[in-house]
């Protein structure tokens, strides 16, 4: 079978969707790079729970915010 | 983190440091989305010791003569913890020669370039470093030709064209 036969047609509604998707990573990429820095910590608090589980040591940065 | 770039610029006003730049996914975070990551890449070109050796020992003696407490791989400074890695060959050298100055709230510091951190990536082609050259692809502001000219002096080409089969 051709591999275009294969290929699933994306409802029009999924496809706006992951155009939204990529435009906020453009407007993220935008941000200033002490706002990016903010935004890596608040990653970090959301994940550290995540690596602790597994048993991997993982610090937080304490900067000021 | 203001504070840690801070000691880094006085290390490197000290010649402690010969020159610094942030590298590693907090560079890249400059030019794309924010990356989860919890340490902080700094390349650093080294001032040659009396025996012609580059170390990073004279560094961290300074860095614990501060206070700063060194973990695993990692020393903590101002509450980040900090990856030296020195340049050790000639891309991460012209790396850091042609990094530039950035402003970081009231502090300057320095960020490797998008198409240096781009060809770092290549060169050392672990999986997360596929993802980051994607992504510095779909959002960098990349200067396409001053890219190519840096995979071809450093023989890279043929890895970027492995990776975009």
Redo the contacts between chains.
């Keep these: 079978m051709a591999k275009m036969d294969r290929m699933i047609q994306i409802p029009e509604q999924i496809a706006r969707l992951f155009e939204a998707k990529e435009a906020r990573r453009h407007q993220l990429a935008a941000l200033p790079y002490p706002e990016k820095v903010k935004a890596v910590v608040r990653l970090q608090e959301m994940a550290a729970p995540v690596f602790r589980r597994r048993g991997r040591v993982v610090h937080v940065w304490k900067i000021a915010k | 983190?203001?504070?840690?770039l801070q000691v880094l610029n006085q290390l490197e006003a000290e010649g402690v440091l010969g020159r610094y730049a942030i590298g590693g996914a907090?560079g890249a975070?400059?030019?794309?989305?924010?990356?989860?990551?919890?340490d902080l890449d700094i390349f650093v070109l080294l001032p040659e010791t009396a025996s012609g050796l580059l170390s990073l020992e004279p560094l961290y003696t300074a860095l614990r003569q501060r206070g700063y407490v060194e973990e695993?791989e990692f020393i903590?400074i101002?509450?980040?913890?900090v990856q030296f890695l020195p340049a050790y060959n000639a891309l991460l050298e012209e790396a850091l020669e042609q990094a530039v100055d950035?402003p970081?709230?009231e502090v300057t510091t320095r960020v490797l370039r998008a198409e240096h951190l781009f060809a770092i990536c290549l060169q050392t082609g672990r999986s997360k470093d596929r993802d980051r050259v994607r992504l510095l692809a779909?959002?960098?502001p990349l200067d396409h030709d001053y890219l190519q000219a840096i995979l071809k002096k450093h023989h890279l080409l043929e890895q970027w064209q492995k990776w975009t089969v």
Excluded at chain 2, 78 to 81: L, R, S
């Design positions: 983190m203001k504070q840690t907090m975070t400059f030019f794309v989305e924010p990356l989860l990551t919890y695993a903590h101002e509450g980040v913890p950035v970081y709230e779909d959002e960098a």
